[in-house]
Structures are given as C-alpha cells and as structure tokens.
T-cell receptor, first 114, second 109 residues
Framework: DADVTQTPRNRITKTGKRIMLECSQTKGHDRMYWYRQDPGLGLRLIYYSFDVKDINKGEISDGYSVSRQAQAKFSLSLESAIPNQTALYFC?????????????FGSGTRLTVV | GQNIDQPTEMTATEGAIVQINCTYQTSGFNGLFWYQQHAGEAPTFLSYNVLDGLEEKGRFSSFLSRSKGYSYLLLKELQMKDSASYLCAPRGGTDKLIFGTGTRLQVFP
C-alpha cells in the first residue's frame, strides 16, 4: 500500500458542484499539505496543517477549504467548483523531526471541472 | 519576496551529462531539495542540501551555494528514463517547501 493515498485518482465534475478530495497517510507524519499543479505554474500551496488542530492558508486558498479529521487524514473541498480549478492536485506529508527527507507525495488527483 | 528561477526546458543525449541550474530568493532558508517528476506522476525526492558544497548520490549530484542563492543538479550517464521534470525547492523560514516551475528535460537517443 502507498504511504500517502489520494482518492479519487480522476474526477470530472460540473461547475457549481461541491467536491471533496481525500488524502490519508500511513507514515505517522504530523504535517500535511495540499498543492495544485498547472502546466507552466509549478506546484502551488493551497492549505497546510502542522497538526490535527492546525489549519493554515497557502498562497491560493480562495475557493477551497480543508478538514484535518485525524493525524492521518486531510481532506480538500471545493465548495462550488469552477473550470479554472481544473488541475492536478497533490497531497503531501512531512516529518518535522526528519526534515532532510522533505515531502512524501500522494499519486495525485486529476480534477476536471466542466 | 520569494522567487525561484530555473530553465523551462533542456535537451540532452543519452550517455551525456547535464546540469540544471536554480537560483532562488526566500524569506529565510532551511535547505534545498531537488525532486524528479515524470509527466502526470507525483514528485519523488532526489537530493537535499543544507550546507554549501556538493552532495553525490550515484548518477545524480547536487550543489548548493547559500551566499549566492544558487544550486544545480548534475545528472551523469543520462538514460532515456531520466526524461522528466526536475523541481528545485528551497525550504523557507516557515519550514515549507517553495517549488519552482521546474525544468523539463528531454533525453534523446
């Protein structure tokens, strides 16, 4: 099993729909992150959480919300999806005690909003 | 402000050596990572530098100069499977990684 699992892997949804992307991890890491990746724009941080009671906005949080249900789970919601939220979404985790290992990424969710 | 600059695309021949440069400006600095990312897949960890100098790991090496805000990734004995994007990612003072747009490397036979 993967250390960081994202579901679904692919999703097509309609404009205005609410959608949730899920991320779970078995690494026991406290820190979790949500990024989106668009061609030519690199990875941009949406939200991050350093522990269960901690939620922080990243550089592009508008239109998104998150929930950290447990140490192992971090969900990203699009309250009312719009076409420019079509992107590849990655969840990542990190261990603050092993910073030299950087982030572990999930396999990504490809979201298309039509 | 925070800024990362690396070439958008590079090409090289199988068996050759290629150097991918990265310059960065961050608010605080706690090391620099290089990741490899094949199209449509997750980034995977390649290297980490926190002190100045060269870190070697098999065919891949990474160099850091903190005073110059500069790093490079050196790939030797290129193989076709090295065709991918390479992401330079310094860690800023808030302990989060900041990703550049990446360098897309194409290796030709």
């Amino acid at each position: 099993d993967a250390d960081v699992t994202q579901t679904p892997r692919n999703r097509i949804t309609k404009t205005g729909k609410r959608i949730m992307l899920e991320c779970s991890q078995t690494k026991g890491h406290d820190r979790m992150y949500w990024y989106r990746q668009d061609p030519g724009l690199g990875l941009r941080l949406i939200y991050y959480s350093f522990d269960v009671k901690d939620i922080n906005k990243g550089e592009i949080s508008d239109g998104y919300s998150v929930s950290r249900q447990a140490q192992a789970k971090f969900s990203l919601s699009l309250e009312s999806a719009i076409p420019n939220q079509t992107a590849l979404y990655f969840c990542a985790t990190s261990d603050p005690l092993r910073t030299e290992y950087g982030y572990t990424f999930g396999s990504g969710t490809r979201l298309t909003v039509v | 402000g925070q800024n990362i600059d690396q070439p958008t695309e590079m090409t090289a021949t199988e068996g050759a050596i290629v150097q991918i440069n990265c310059t960065y400006q961050t608010s605080g600095f706690n090391g620099l990572f290089w990741y490899q990312q094949h199209a449509g897949e997750a980034p995977t960890f390649l290297s980490y530098n926190v002190l100045d100098g060269l870190e070697e790991k098999g065919r891949f090496s990474s160099f850091l100069s903190r005073s110059k805000g500069y790093s490079y990734l050196l790939l030797k004995e290129l193989q076709m499977k090295d065709s991918a994007s390479y992401l330079c990612a310094p860690r800023g003072g808030t302990d989060k990684l900041i990703f550049g747009t990446g360098t897309r490397l194409q290796v030709f036979p």
